[in-house]
């Protein structure tokens, strides 16, 4: 069971980056190809063995987290503002 939730994240992780790069460069890129990149980038970073070496990337994390739910959220007010839904 926990090898099907792998699979499907991945798929789920893949086709949304791929429908990212292909909306921002205007391409379509293949899956497998995208697929083995990223293979190729987080498998080095699995054979680390002292995790707190990646703090400050938690910290970065968290402020683009930040970033896009107020972007987010200045995004839905100026369509809400367009539509006068609120009258």
């Known amino acids: 069971m926990q090898y099907g939730f792998v699979i499907g994240l991945a798929y789920f992780s893949l086709e949304s980056l791929k429908s ?3 909306e921002i460069f205007d391409t379509n890129i293949n899956t497998l190809y995208l ?3 990223t293979f ?3 498998a080095p970073l699995c054979m680390v063995r002292r995790i707190e070496k990646f703090a400050f990337t938690y910290i970065i ?3 683009l987290i930040f970033v896009t739910a107020i972007t987010i959220i200045v995004f839905a007010v100026i369509h809400i503002q367009e539509k006068k839904v609120w009258g």
């Open 35 to 37: 697929g083995l990149f």
């Open 20 to 22: 990212v790069i292909d």
């Open 61 to 63: 994390a968290d402020i």
């Open 40 to 42: 190729a980038v987080t």
